[in-house]
């Protein structure tokens, strides 16, 4: 059984930073491919942000990309999500999700690859 555990949100101003953290397994960060997801409120789920295990290559959404960080710590079992310049619109529920393989297409941001799932943890900006 994969198990997932999000950690790191709460209220930020404009502009301000916040580190999630995605704690699992041993197994599951050496087999599985870990994607972050976000929700907001009347919003679909969508990807934000990706690292294959193996090579640890690295995937963003074009509306991410130069703000968060996504990186692997294996001694902690434990992925993060560095969030930096955060905006209003970057306010959801974020979810780590571990997937075994993203499809030849590396389809990383597709909720369908995706297995396992932790229960998310809530982001607001707001000033």
């Known amino acids: 059984q994969v198990q997932l555990v999000e950690s790191g949100g709460g209220l930020v101003q404009p502009g301000g930073s916040l580190r999630l953290s995605c704690v699992t397994s041993?197994?599951?960060?050496?087999?599985?491919?870990i994607g972050w997801f976000r929700q907001a409120p009347r919003k679909e789920r969508e990807g934000v942000s990706g690292i294959r295990s193996g090579d640890d290559r690295t995937y963003y959404a074009n509306s991410v990309k130069g703000r968060f960080t996504i990186s692997r710590d294996n001694a902690n079992d434990t992925v993060y999500l560095q969030m930096n310049s955060l905006k209003p619109e970057d306010t959801a529920v974020y979810y780590c999700?571990?997937?075994?393989?993203?499809?030849?297409?590396?389809?990383?941001?597709?909720?369908?690859?995706?297995?396992?799932w932790g229960q998310g943890t809530q982001v607001t900006v707001s000033s």
């Open positions: 999700a571990a997937s075994t393989w993203w499809g030849v297409s590396d389809r990383w941001y597709d909720r369908g690859q995706y297995r396992y």
């Open positions: 041993r197994s599951t960060l050496n087999y599985y491919n």
